[in-house]
């Protein structure tokens, strides 16, 4: 069993901003596999499937970031998964924007919703793939930034992150 978890906010306001990578994420890795996010559990949107007989979990908390890790915790108690059966994937401000980081643990550096994910579980120890959004421009209060629309003339190398975000998390659930 494996779950993987995009972060960002459920509504079309919010479908494509810079906080909402973790979930265009979660939905080209669900594409790929021919899965559709068809059911609500546990806060979250859930799309489901299996590789090589192993059943997979792609999840969108609908918690907002913030309060990300109630549907974590639930999805990980109603499956009785293990803490390194789930990845997370997420913006992050402190990366280039366009760059994809993975990490098989950590903390959550400057984002609100993996600390609300590490302080609700108690642990860091599972694999996060982090989307680079870059920092805001001067002036632009970072909340402004991370939830404005990602501009037309940025979306062909943010569409790219996202691709080899889905790469990670594919690898991650067994398919490649």
Known sequence: MKIVVGLGNPGDKYAYTFHNMGFLAAECLADRLGVRFSRRECDALIA?????GEKFIIAKPLTFMNLSGVAVKQLIKKYKAEIKDLMTVYDDIDIEKGSVRV???GSAGTHNGMRNII???GSGEFPRARIGIGKPPEFVPLADYVLSEVPKSERQVIAG?????ADSLEQFIGGV
């Open 48 to 52: 489901e499937g299996y590789i090589r």
């Open 103 to 105: 990490r098989q643990s």
């Open 119 to 121: 302080d609700t579980l």
């Open 161 to 165: 992150a996202i691709e080899k975000a």
